[in-house]
């Protein structure tokens, strides 16, 4: 009987030992994949600088790199296709997300709170391909009944598309962050006299605004690297113009165009998608710092 006890302690005893060990590869394992990653875009981004001159590449207003006579690598076009389809995304999001996120946490029942939370989190679980097709086959025909000059690939369609995929994003972590908001500061703006649509948008809101804040930053980054939304339905013509009803080209949808295997391995075509990538990696990193700021400078502790 002592004996097996003595056994199941050693047991015991080696498998504390082995555990911490099991934990710091696997976070080892995610902390150096994320270095070869940064450092693989660097070296490729600066190889691309070896052939095009960091000038051109920020400020020339022209992207034609299979441009057999004269090729310009100006990434302006690409940012502004992306920041068009971003931003309509975003006027779609934010108030549908914070509609939401507001009746779940201020007026649904709990039984409506667990119907619609699981449907939002099936919208969040759709393919992004699925996304892209839904776009481009049912989207952009219906848009174009209302607008009739509206192309087939065109950056309305998938901004409004990518705006229905970040708002489940939008509405959970924003519902998440007013739920904490203490139920004393609600009963007190109920006892003043404060109708419940008061108390939601004057009290709970801006006790919340960090977390609001930060689930809007994180959905912006979403929205910028968005891929196959963009590759399917926004079409490939890099244009430098505010249009959302044409054609447009994203950083993301360059990089699968490059990547379907007809550029040469070696060539500036293709160390332009690692610049491209680095273009697209540092405005995600930008939009994440952002959120750790607004959460850390503006979040209230109860």
């Not at 099991?22 to 394992?29: G, S």
């Not at 709970?204 to 609001?212: D, E, F, H, M, R």
């Amino acid at each position: 009987m002592i004996s097996e006890k003595m056994q199941s302690k050693r047991q015991g005893t080696s498998l504390e030992r082995i555990v911490p060990i099991l934990l710091f590869i696997t976070a080892a394992v995610s902390v150096l994949t994320t270095i070869g990653i940064v450092l693989t875009l660097i070296f490729e981004t600066i190889l691309f600088f070896n052939e095009v001159s960091l000038k051109e590449f920020l400020t020339a207003d022209k992207w034609y790199p299979f441009s057999e006579t004269q090729a310009s690598y100006g990434i302006l076009p690409l940012v502004s296709g992306t920041f068009k389809v971003t931003g309509i995304a975003i006027l779609v999001a934010v108030p549908i997300g914070l509609a939401a996120s507001i009746y779940l946490s201020e007026y649904a029942s709990d039984r409506a709170r667990r119907i619609i939370k699981p449907i939002f989190e099936i919208l969040a679980g759709i393919p992004t391909i699925v996304y892209g097709y839904f776009a481009l086959t049912f989207v952009t025909p219906l848009l174009i009944k209302f607008i009739p000059g509206l192309e087939i690939f065109n950056a309305l369609s998938p901004g409004i598309v990518i705006g229905i995929m970040i708002t489940p994003m939008i509405a959970s972590l924003s519902e998440d962050a007013m739920s904490s908001v203490p139920n004393a500061m609600r009963e007190g703006a109920l006892a003043l006299g404060s109708t419940k649509f008061e108390v939601a948008m004057k009290v709970v809101l801006p006790a919340a605004a960090s977390g609001i804040i930060a689930s809007i930053v994180l959905a912006v980054s979403r929205a910028i690297g968005e891929t196959m939304i963009v590759a399917v339905a926004a079409g490939s013509s890099p244009n430098l113009n505010w249009n959302v009803t044409g054609s447009i080209q994203t950083m993301t949808a360059y990089i699968v165009q490059v990547s379907q295997g007809d550029v040469g391995y070696g060539t500036t075509i293709y160390y332009s998608i690692y610049a491209v990538g680095m273009t697209l990696f540092l405005f995600t990193l930008l939009m994440n710092f952002i959120a750790q700021f607004v959460s850390r400078r503006y979040r209230e502790e109860y």
